[in-house]
């Protein structure tokens, strides 16, 4: 069994505590970020909402370096975020918009500061962007706008000089339709889970920095392509 660190950001919601179930199952310690607390986690961050994006940053830093106490993580996975659609002509373009932004850009850029400062070197930052918006998402531009900055991030992380630790890895998940109780026979949140520790484990078996990975299911079976 493993005596490894993790964090998990968004460890509340159906992946997110799939994830830190598994990893706490596999040896690992937890350590939880979200707007509320998972009982299964080591520790928790609690995110407020109310305040600006900086001084959640510096909320979350502090914390996590108190809950850390030096020690180094072997993965930091952000599966943060959620789902609003809307035209330019939408009434709530902008609002929605916001809403986006908030949950998957501040939430992923987050992330990456905290991988700068406690990943391992050769540790695994895994973040969330959205099959969708490798194009066009003309009915859901806010949605396609934030996970399009998550992919960017992703690539710019990749490169020389992005502040990630040496020999790190960035890769970003695109899942098409996950398994949960809003959409059953999709793909199972295990396999995620499952190549997750995998990756983070083995680094061999990683695809290259900054890949953004298609996953998806089909007559019962997952695959997972590059992008």
């Given at each position: ?79 943060a975020g ?54 066009p998402t ?73 890949a953004l ?15």
């Open positions: 069994m493993s005596s490894g660190k993790v964090i998990v950001y968004g460890g509340k919601g159906a992946l997110g505590s799939a994830i830190l179930e598994f990893f706490k199952k596999n040896g690992y310690t937890v350590l939880n970020i979200d707007l509320s607390a998972n009982d299964h986690a080591d520790s928790n961050i609690l995110v407020d909402a109310s305040k600006n994006w900086v001084e959640q940053e510096q909320s979350i830093l502090e914390q996590a370096a108190s809950s850390l106490q030096g020690a180094q993580v072997d993965g930091v996975f952000c599966v959620g789902w609003a659609g809307g035209s330019a002509s939408s009434k709530d373009f902008v609002k929605n918009a916001d809403l986006m932004i908030k949950q998957s850009v501040r939430s992923s850029a987050i992330a990456a500061k905290l991988a700068t400062t406690h990943l391992k070197p050769g540790g695994l930052l895994q973040l969330t962007g959205a099959a969708a918006a490798t194009g003309p009915s859901m531009i806010g949605y396609g706008m934030a996970k399009a900055a998550v992919h960017h991030l992703t690539a710019s992380l990749a490169e020389k000089d992005s502040g990630l630790p040496e020999n790190s890895s960035v890769l970003t998940i695109l899942p098409v339709t996950l398994d949960t109780e809003m959409n059953r026979n999709w793909t199972p949140l295990s396999f995620i889970s499952e190549n997750l520790l995998k990756w983070t484990t083995e680094s061999s078996s990683r695809p290259s920095s900054g990975l298609k996953i998806v299911t089909a007559n019962g079976e997952s695959t997972i392509t590059p992008q």
